[in-house]
């Protein structure tokens, strides 16, 4: 990941996919570490990180998601 993205302007399926190649990404890292041949100890946090940033967006946006979909209130009589 040479420069920052903006996973907030990705579409829940991007997001869903790019979560799924993180996991797996973070799968082999942790082999790799166990084995002591990992290159870039630093790219473990960072795909750590990066898979927490893409779950609270998708939560947050789940939440919206519901937020909108439910009616409002009525208003309670008096």
């Known amino acids: 990941m040479a420069k920052k993205e903006n996973i907030s302007v990705k ?10 190649e993180l996991k797996r ?11 002591n041949q990992l290159e870039k100890p630093s ?10 940033r893409i779950k609270t967006l998708q939560a947050a946006r789940s ?9 409002a209130p009525a208003a309670a009589k008096a």
């Open 11 to 20: 579409t829940d399926d991007q997001l869903a996919g790019q979560l799924g």
């Open 63 to 71: 939440t919206a998601a519901d937020q909108n979909a439910k009616p």
């Open 43 to 52: 790219r473990v946090r960072e795909v750590r990180r990066t898979i927490a």
């Open 25 to 35: 990404e973070q799968f082999n890292l942790r082999f790799q570490s166990a084995t």
